[in-house]
Structure formats: C-alpha cells, structure tokens
C-alpha cells in the first residue's frame, strides 16, 4: 500500500511541486494544507504516514503546527521545508520532533531520500 502524505506549504507551486514528485514515485498525497492551522485539522483527519510542512506560513507557522500534532500523535513522522538561512528554525523544528528537513528550491532526489528515511 502506498504511504499518505499531506503537504503544508502557503505558496500553492510549492505545493504543486513537492505532490508532482511524490506521485510519480508512488506516493498518495491525501491533502494539502495553506498554514499550520488547517494542517493540523488535516493531520486529524487524514491521518497521514507522513507530514512536509513549510516553516513560514500565515495563521499558524510550520514549528508551532508541529508541535500540535506531536501532541496529538508522538509517532507522527514530519519533515520541514525551509528556504535557505533558516538554520536556527530548522534546529528548533528537529529538537522539537522533526524527523529531517528539505531545503527550497526542491530537487527530487533529495525529497525522496528525507521521506524514504522518515518512513523507514
């Protein structure tokens, strides 16, 4: 069976990107979120293998978003994306139960190595 992704970014192409390199490699991506706040509704709902969320979004940013659904599930597997020069938030998102971290713009391979080794 395939493994349930839901994408949380607040640029749609971001989105867009990210779900076209996931399907063509057998990945289901079940949902798709704008901000923090309905990632974790979508997170409730879906119950998705794995999480990508962006840092810097409207509502509600990616970490704080994380650490809600570390709350409701401590098993969840979720993977932030960052632009370039968001070091420090990518440490706080890893201690804060990030399983790895993908940098803008995405290469393929790189997406697929971080979600492979979350999904272990």
Do not use: W
Request: negative net charge; contains cysteine; hydrophobic residues 50%.
């Amino acid at each position: 069976m395939s493994k349930k992704i839901l994408i949380v970014d607040d640029a749609a192409f971001m989105r867009m990107m990210i779900k076209d390199i996931l399907s063509k490699n057998g990945y289901d991506v079940v949902g798709e979120a704008p901000d923090g706040a309905q990632a974790v509704e979508k997170y409730k709902e879906l119950s998705p293998d794995l999480v990508t969320m962006d840092i810097t979004m409207p509502e509600m940013d990616g970490i704080t978003a994380l650490k809600e659904i570390k709350k409701m599930d401590g098993n969840a597997k979720i993977i932030m994306c960052s632009a370039m020069g968001q070091q420090a938030m990518v440490i706080d998102a890893i201690q804060a139960g990030a399983k790895d971290f993908i940098v803008k713009p995405f290469q393929a391979d790189r997406v697929l190595e971080a979600i492979g080794k979350a999904l272990g």
